[in-house]
Each structure stands twice: as structure tokens, then as C-alpha cells.
């Protein structure tokens, strides 16, 4: 069974640095991209940025470029999504999905990570 | 950046009733067209790719159609599972982007 697992809610202040993480199980996590998409509170979806695991090839949405880091470690089937100093602005919920390179759409996601930026 | 318009972003329906969601690029995408289902609390599910395909498990009363810079999502025999709000997602050019989304609700 394809799984995408996400890590726990995170509480953080301004300032601070953060990585969250997305493990898939079930396939071959190289032969997948994996994409990570940003919900703020009662909005809609948007897409920041995928990452080739094969060879941490990255993409960036340019809304997000220079604000996050997109990485991805295969030996351990897992990629990441970081910040270095977080905003208030960075309060959503974040997502990854699998995404196939014949075609950029999400057929499986995790479960979505809650991060929460306040002083 | 393609912009992606859907519509409506909100309307009622009861079950059994049948619903058609409509979504349009600012330019063309060669059905290069993905449909999501979202319920509250939860994350994206796949419904449908390259405008009218259907995701493996997904019931055969969602359909999608359209060509060019239009295309629709139709349901058509509202379950109770399927209140919830919907997204369509190009990605014929990066970045990828969605839609507004629509918000099924009980009449």
C-alpha cells in the first residue's frame, strides 16, 4: 500500500527554523516526485515546489522561492520542507503528494502537517 | 502564471441530485486538467487526470470533459461523501496551480 506519512503539528515563533518531514512506503520513492502544497487557514490549495528524489532535483512555484527549501534523503525514503526563519504568514497546513513525471498531478498524499507560527 | 477560475465556489445540492463544476484557464492546457475532492479536515484525494481519466477506485459517477482553456467536473448522483469542497489543478506549465475551489453543500 502507497503511504505518505507526514510528521506531527508544530508550535513555533517567529524567527525560528523548522523542517517537516514526508516518508513514503508502498513504492519506489525514486521513481516519484514528490510535491509539497500549502493550505493557510480556510483557503484553497497552492503548489510551492517538487523535488526529484532520484537526484534532488528541485523545482520552486516562484511565490515561494527563497522562502523554503525543498530536500529529500533516498536512503531513508523521506523528503523535507524547511524554513530557516518562519512568519507568522507561514501558519497553514502543509501537504505532500506524489506526483508522477509523466503527468504533474497528485494521485497520493500525506496527511497533511499543521504549522502553527505565533509569538 | 496560468490562472486558474473555477465556478461556482459554492452551491447546494441534495443527494441524488446531479452537479457540474465548472473550471477555466487563462490559456490553454491541453487537458493537462486534474480534479480533487477534499472533505473537511482531510487531505486532497485524486478524482480524475488529463481532464477525463479516471483514478483507479474512484466511482464511475464522476466524469470529466473539456478541452482548450474549459473544462467541467459532473457528478451525477450526489452521495452524501461527495459534500465537500473541489479543486481542479493544471499542470501543463510550472507552477502548477489551482483553482479557488467549490464548496458542495446539503440543500
Known amino acids: 500500500e502507497v503511504q505518505l506519512v507526514q510528521s506531527g503539528a508544530e508550535v513555533k515563533k517567529p524567527g525560528e527554523s523548522l523542517r517537516i518531514s514526508c516518508k513514503g512506503s508502498?513504492?519506489?520513492?525514486?521513481?516519484?516526485?514528490i510535491s509539497w502544497v500549502r493550505q493557510m487557514p480556510g483557503k484553497g490549495l497552492e503548489w510551492m515546489g517538487r523535488?526529484?528524489?532520484?537526484?534532488?532535483?528541485?523545482n520552486y512555484s516562484p511565490s515561494f522561492q527563497g522562502h523554503v527549501t525543498i530536500s529529500a534523503d533516498k536512503s531513508i525514503s523521506t523528503a523535507y520542507l524547511q524554513w530557516s526563519s518562519l512568519k507568522a504568514s507561514d501558519t497553514a497546513i502543509y501537504y505532500c503528494a506524489r506526483q508522477e513525471g509523466s503527468g504533474w498531478y497528485g494521485d497520493y498524499w500525506g496527511q497533511g502537517t499543521l504549522v502553527t507560527v505565533s509569538s | 502564471d496560468i490562472q486558474m477560475t473555477q465556478s461556482p465556489s459554492s452551491l447546494s445540492a441534495s443527494v441524488g441530485d446531479r452537479v457540474t463544476i465548472t473550471c477555466r484557464a487563462s490559456?490553454?492546457?491541453?487537458?493537462?486538467l486534474a480534479w480533487y475532492r477534499q472533505k473537511p479536515g482531510k487531505a486532497p484525494k485524486l478524482l480524475l487526470y488529463a481532464a477525463s481519466r479516471l483514478e483507479s477506485g474512484v466511482p464511475s459517477r464522476f466524469s470529466g470533459s473539456g478541452s482548450g482553456t474549459d473544462y467541467t467536473l459532473t457528478i451525477s448522483s450526489l452521495q452524501p461523501e461527495d459534500f465537500a469542497t473541489y479543486y481542479c489543478?493544471?499542470?501543463?506549465?510550472?507552477?502548477?496551480?489551482f483553482g479557488g475551489g467549490t464548496k458542495v453543500e446539503i440543500k
Open positions: 490559456q490553454g492546457i491541453s487537458n493537462s
Open positions: 508502498g513504492y519506489s520513492f525514486t521513481s516519484y516526485w
Open positions: 489543478q493544471q499542470y501543463y506549465s510550472t507552477p502548477d496551480t
Open positions: 523535488i526529484d528524489p532520484s537526484d534532488s532535483y528541485t
